[in-house]
């Protein structure tokens, strides 16, 4: 029968709120999982591999689970700490009279000069592409006109230069030509 595999552990150390903790984990994703956290605590740097024998120990007594104790002491590890971490006392209020405020300063108006000048440049440049395409409509009536004029003549000449192919067709068959 197969002799069940050991699973080769290692010991991470990550600081938690006024906590540190160790856990013992095949990997690092192990770890984080028995931490109950998402974030890549490895990659930031808030978590590492220990060496510190005292942590090793506790840790592979209860692995994947965590294990703590309070920041700055040298209790073991334990699943629920007997120690509190040492929080220095809040400094004490000075009471102070409050100063007035000063009235803040009023902003200097803004120099709307340049936006006039680009609004005026802009306005100019539509009146001379309305002028333009104004000219350019006109010069195509013009066009259309001359056009149609030159259609006209063109069929009055083609008429008569057509009347004149059939009168000399007529006269050289009447001469007795052949086409």
Known sequence: MAKPRTRKLKVFQA?????D???AAPSQAAALRAWGTHQNLFASGDARVTTDKAAVK???EHPEVPLRRAIGSNEPFALEPTSLPDVPDAPRR???TPRPKAAPKAKPA??????????RALRDLDEQRKAEEERLRQEEEALEER???????????????TA?????????????GTD
């Open 164 to 176: 004149a192919v059939v009168a000399a067709r007529q006269a050289y068959r009447a001469a007795g």
């Open 94 to 96: 000075v009471e102070r």
């Open 15 to 19: 600081q938690f709120g006024f906590f």
């Open 110 to 119: 803004a120099d709307r000069s340049r936006l006039d000048t680009a609004e």
């Open 58 to 60: 506790a840790a592979l």
């Open 147 to 161: 056009k149609a004029s030159a259609q006209k003549v063109y069929v009055e000449a083609r008429k008569a230069a």
């Open 21 to 23: 903790t160790v856990v």
